[in-house]
């Protein structure tokens, strides 16, 4: 009887926590939701969702800015973007070869053992040099983030890099 009483408590328990999980889950997805629908309201378009420290960061875009949080760079200003894993260069897209040339950015290599490879991505504008930290998940999650970021910022390098009219190279 005793432990017929005790399981049902320790039933009932779970079921409480089962619940409460769930329901923070989809305040949570909800307020995820809400935040992707306010950068689309602003009309921005989410490349990728990245794991921050507290919540997600989105990396968007409009039609004259990349957006990082509540960072901002100009896409007119880009001058070279580069794909960093471990803070070491693995491709590199540049307006001219001044941009090229450019000394690089110090990214603070953060040990993390083998597996947990850094991958970040440094966008270097006139102005200001924007790093995106794309975080060190495993199971390739970090490096799927990167590309998309670096992808995005490289298409709009190379359309910079020729005359919209005629399709020639910049001299």
Partial sequence: MIRDVFAAV????????????????????HRRQRHRDS???????????????????LFSEDDVRFYYGD?????????????????????????????ARAASVAI?????????DRWDVTIVAENA?????????????????ARAVFDAVKRTVDARRHHSASGTPLR
């Fill in 10 to 29: 320790i039933a009932l328990l779970l079921l409480y926590l089962a619940m409460r999980l769930a329901t923070t889950l989809t305040v949570y997805r």
């Fill in 39 to 57: 950068e689309r309201a602003l009309g921005r378009t989410v490349i990728v969702e990245i794991p921050g420290d507290d919540d997600l960061v």
């Fill in 71 to 99: 960072r901002s760079i100009d896409k007119d200003l880009i001058r070279s973007v580069r794909l960093l894993i471990n803070g070491n260069t693995i491709a590199e897209a540049s307006r001219d070869a001044a941009a």
């Fill in 108 to 116: 603070d290599d953060r040990p993390e053992g083998i597996a947990r």
């Fill in 129 to 145: 040099t924007m790093v995106v930290e794309c975080g060190a998940i495993r199971e390739r999650v970090s490096q799927e983030l």
